[in-house]
C-alpha cells in the first residue's frame, strides 16, 4: 500500500537519528489514522497494520496502537501474540480489566488449538507467564503464583516459568525454602545458564 511505504522506510532506517523518529511522530499518527480508515481485508494492507503496531507502542501512541491491533484481531482472531500485545497496550492506558481480558485470551486461543487435552502449545506457558506477571504488577501475588504453577503445568520443561516462579517467591511472597527448590529445578534445567547458577549461590549462602 502507496500510504504506507514512506513512513514505513523512515522509520526502519537505521542510519536515521534516534531524534528523527520523534521528529516524525506526526506523520507516523496521520499514517496509521488514515491506514486505519481506508481498511481493507486485503493481505498487504494487514501488513502493513502489523508493522504500525509495535511502532506505536514504541512511540507512545496507546490509543491509536490499540486501534490497529484490535483491527488486526478481527481479521486474525487466532493469533495468540496479538492479544499479549493488546494486553501491553491496554495496560499502559491503565484500562486494566481489558488488558487482563486481552492475556487471558492469549492463553484461551492457544489452548483452542491443542492436539488433544493431554497436549499443550509451546506458547502457552509463555502467556501463562504473561498474565502471572500482569497480576504480579498489580499485587494479585496469589493469583500470579497459580499462572506461574499453570505455565509449569503446560510445559514442564520451560526454564521462564520456573524462574518468574521463583522471583515471585523470593520476592514477594517470602517463602525461600520453595525458592530453593525453584531454583534447583532451574539449575538442573539449564545447568550452563550462568545467571541461574548464580542465583542458586546466593540461595545456598543463606543457609
Given at each position: 500500500m502507496q500510504l504506507v511505504k514512506p513512513l514505513l522506510n523512515v522509520v526502519t532506517d537505521q542510519t536515521e537519528p534516534r531524534d528523527?523518529?520523534?521528529?516524525?511522530l506526526p506523520e507516523i499518527l496521520v499514517t496509521a489514522g488514515a491506514l486505519l480508515g481506508r481498511f481493507t481485508n486485503r493481505h498487504h494492507d494487514l501488513g502493513d497494520l502489523y508493522q504500525l503496531g509495535p511502532l506505536l507502542l514504541e512511540q507512545g501512541s496507546f490509543a491509536l496502537a490499540e486501534q490497529?491491533?484490535?483491527?488486526?484481531?478481527?481479521?486474525?482472531?487466532?493469533?495468540?501474540?496479538?492479544?499479549?500485545?493488546l494486553g501491553s497496550v491496554l495496560l499502559k492506558q491503565n484500562k486494566i480489566p481489558q488488558a487482563e481480558a486481552a492475556y487471558r485470551q492469549a492463553i484461551e486461543k492457544a489452548m483452542e488449538v491443542r492436539v488433544d487435552a493431554s497436549q499443550s502449545?509451546?506458547?502457552?506457558?509463555?502467556y501463562h507467564c504473561q498474565?502471572?506477571?500482569?497480576?504480579?504488577s498489580q499485587g494479585r501475588l496469589a493469583e500470579a503464583k497459580t499462572s506461574y504453577e499453570?505455565?509449569?503445568?503446560?510445559?514442564?520443561d520451560d526454564v521462564a516459568s520456573y524462574n518468574g516462579l521463583f522471583l515471585?517467591?523470593?520476592h514477594e511472597l517470602s517463602d525461600y525454602q520453595a525458592a530453593k527448590a525453584l531454583i534447583y529445578k532451574t539449575t538442573s534445567l539449564s545447568?550452563?545458564?550462568?545467571?541461574?547458577?548464580n542465583f542458586s549461590?546466593?540461595?545456598l549462602s543463606q543457609g
Open positions: 528523527r523518529l520523534k521528529t516524525a490497529v491491533y484490535t483491527e488486526i484481531i478481527s481479521h486474525n482472531p487466532d493469533n495468540f501474540d496479538l492479544y499479549c500485545d502449545e509451546p506458547e502457552e506457558a509463555f498474565l502471572a506477571a500482569f497480576l504480579q499453570q505455565a509449569i503445568e503446560s510445559n514442564p515471585l517467591n523470593w545447568p550452563k545458564d550462568f545467571s541461574y547458577t549461590f546466593v540461595l
